[in-house]
């Protein structure tokens, strides 16, 4: 029991978000085990990402941010862009790219971002652990909640915009090297802002994930408009 209470800061925010996301995808709901699957493959993502970080040591690229925070702010700009959003939106990004584009049941624009957005939710959960060594109980459990939704916009980009072009026929390979860079540029940014900048210039990083939000919450509305025109001009083309 209280290992349950020391994990709740963890628990509720996932098991909210996981909600959350159900009820955006109600309409044409993906299977539950594809879903938690994706959970478990974003699990797998913070670990491969943890071995990325780690090679980073054997070419000596291995730094401590909030070190470079204190001493070299350009330094931690061009490691928060190169190292920190590469890594962490390759790493979720992998899964994605192996497993869940190979799912039949993937056959909509909207399918990307939840499928990203379960991958980011479970990559977030174990940072969030990682985390819970260094927080108060509140500290814990905003971070529990913000957390997710860092991991989840970013994530959100880069899955639909690659699933439209997997769906759609596009140039699959342009479409993740553009779609990896624009992500890992704003998360550097906003890992930039947060970790080295005052706590004046934090709303900068604040209005940055709302309005990645908002273009989020846009998109799956517009996605929600036709989705049946959608499966009757691809289905002989993707399935």
Not at 13 to 38: C, K, N, Q, T
Not at 78 to 86: F, N
Not at 114 to 136: C, D, K, P
Request: net charge negative; glycine share 8%; no cysteine.
């Amino acid at each position: 029991m209280d290992y349950i209470i020391v994990f709740l800061p963890v628990i509720l925010p996932a098991l909210f978000w996981a909600g959350y996301h159900l009820y955006v995808d109600r309409h044409l709901p993906e299977p539950i085990s594809h879903l938690l699957l994706a959970f478990v493959l974003g699990v797998g993502s913070f670990y491969l990402g943890k071995s990325m970080y780690g090679a980073l040591d054997f070419v000596n690229l291995r730094y401590d941010a909030y070190a470079l925070a204190e001493s070299n702010l350009v330094g931690l700009f061009a490691y928060s862009v190169l190292a920190i959003g590469v890594i962490e939106e390759l790493a979720k990004m992998t899964p994605f790219l192996l497993v869940i584009l190979r799912f039949k049941e993937f056959n909509e624009p909207i399918d990307g971002i939840i499928y990203g957005s379960f991958i980011a939710l479970g990559f977030a959960a174990v940072e969030n652990i990682y985390y819970l060594q260094f927080l108060t109980g509140i500290e814990a459990y905003a971070r529990g909640f913000a957390g997710p939704v860092v991991h989840i916009v970013f994530a959100s980009i880069w899955s639909y915009y690659i699933g439209r072009a997997y769906l759609f026929g596009k140039p699959l390979v342009s479409t993740i090297l553009v779609a990896l860079a624009f992500t890992a540029f704003l998360h550097g940014i906003y890992d930039f802002i947060v970790i080295g900048l005052s706590a004046s210039v934090l709303p900068i990083a604040a209005f940055l994930i709302a309005g990645a939000w908002i273009w989020r919450l846009y998109r799956i509305r517009d996605l929600h408009v036709s989705p049946v025109g959608f499966h009757s001009q691809n289905s002989s083309t993707n399935h």
